[in-house]
């Protein structure tokens, strides 16, 4: 089964990708909008990366759902399972491609945090940005069912890191 794309080698167009999106999906949170954040390994120069834009919405509420989510599928978007009390998340698939993922969270949810310093490990340590590309390049060659596998198999990486992080940051 296959990932929801493929892997490919960073793509210097993915920064202005997010702009444009950011730009777009903005208007649809009014006032509880806090900031948009570009996470996801393509907010990481020189990263390989399944091309799929994540973008995460800060927000201080989660005010008139039904209102967003008309919003967001107006745009494309398919709201997907929350994926924790506060974390909501939307898909955007073109011609059956993941293009874009958006995580839509509270202030101050652990997500937000979590994501933002990953983002920022990888970005300032090359020794971990090339030993997680060479992880996500392994896990699709060997992978059998899917993306959710590929999630799975990733996360202990990422867990372990950010684990370490957090201790040493203490």
């Not at 490919?8 to 997010?18: E, G, I, K, M, N």
């Not at 909501?88 to 993941?98: A, L, M, N």
């Not at 993922?101 to 940005?129: N, T, Y």
Request: charge should be positive; proline fraction near 4%.
């Amino acid at each position: 089964m296959a990932l929801t794309s493929k892997i490919s080698h960073y793509d210097s167009r993915w920064p202005a990708l997010f702009v444009t999106e950011k730009e777009r999906i903005a208007k649809g949170f009014g006032a509880e909008l806090v900031d948009i954040y570009h996470v996801g390994s393509t907010a990481v120069p020189g990263l390989a990366a399944k091309p799929e834009i994540d973008l995460l919405v800060e927000i201080s509420a989660h005010r008139n759902e039904p209102a967003r989510d008309n919003f967001m599928s107006a745009l494309g978007y398919v709201r997907g399972s929350d994926l924790s009390a506060g974390h909501h998340f939307y898909r955007r698939d073109v011609d059956g491609v993941r293009t874009h993922k958006v995580h839509v969270c509270i202030s101050g949810h652990w997500q937000i945090e979590r994501m933002l310093r990953f983002r920022d490990l990888l970005r300032s340590d090359p020794v971990i940005r090339q030993q997680y590309q060479d992880l996500k390049f392994e896990l699709e060659a060997n992978n059998r069912d899917g993306i959710a596998e590929y999630l799975a198999k990733k996360a202990p990486f990422i867990d372990a890191l950010m684990g370490s992080r957090a201790s040493s940051a203490k």
